[in-house]
């Protein structure tokens, strides 16, 4: 597609439920990222893809966490016993290749823990 | 440690003046940035950038201004129109832009004032 698609646009869990998130690249593109906003401002970088394989995963928080980008599938955020804490928008975003600044973004997933 | 900063969360403008929004960055090692533009409920979308061999770079009604020895860019916006009123971030990269993360400043939100 011509745009990054991300499901679902919100989402409740109960503290201590998992939460799972998805994003649909731009057809062609070949990286994805994630970020977390809160607070309506700071964005702060997850983790990237380069097709299939993590490429930078140094704003995983260690635990909780985890993602995956396989072929012919959306990408996915996966949120094990989430906390209040992980209430936030989650955006992905993807760009075509290396030395190509624009990184596209998707609407974002509104994550609320209550 | 915000490497990044927009140290006014807020400017209002009035139709058809000059809109500046400015930014300041701590790390040397950025290469590239970005000024993306959002949207409530919608996901930033990418505006202008500018390399660091560079000091200017325009589109349209958009320049960037980059002062790289006092770690400073600006946007400027010439003429304001309604429809420019959004959130302003600033983003900036390491020299592999494209694959690597952006890191983000906390944004200015600009009303442009009829």
């Known amino acids: 597609g011509e745009e990054v698609a991300q499901t679902p646009k919100h989402l409740v869990r109960g503290e201590g439920q998992k939460a799972k998130l998805y994003c649909a690249p731009i057809k062609g593109h070949s990286y994805v990222f994630w970020y977390q906003q809160v607070l309506k401002n700071e964005f702060k970088f997850l983790i990237s893809f380069q097709n299939e394989n993590v490429f930078d995963e140094t704003g995983m928080p260690k635990e909780r966490f985890s993602a995956k980008c396989l072929p012919n599938s959306p990408c996915s955020l996966e949120i094990q016993a989430t906390k209040l804490e992980d209430s936030a928008v989650y955006f992905c975003?993807?760009?075509?290749?290396?030395?190509?600044?624009?990184?596209?973004f998707g609407q974002g997933t509104r994550l609320t823990v209550v | 440690d915000q490497q990044v900063k927009q140290n006014s969360p807020s400017l209002s403008v009035q139709e058809g003046r000059i809109s500046i929004l400015n930014c300041d960055y701590t790390?040397?090692?950025?290469?590239?940035f970005l000024w993306y533009k959002k949207y409530p409920a919608e996901g930033p979308t990418f505006l202008i950038s500018i390399s660091s061999i560079k000091d200017k770079n325009e589109d349209g009604r958009f320049t960037v201004f980059l002062n790289k020895s006092a770690k400073h860019l600006s946007l400027h916006i010439v003429p304001s129109q309604p429809g420019d009123s959004a959130v302003y971030f600033c983003a900036a990269s390491g020299p592999n832009f494209g694959n690597e993360k952006l890191t983000f400043g906390t944004g200015t939100r600009l009303t442009i004032i009829p």
């Open positions: 790390n040397s090692m950025f290469d590239y």
């Open positions: 975003a993807s760009s075509r290749q290396d030395r190509d600044p624009e990184a596209f």
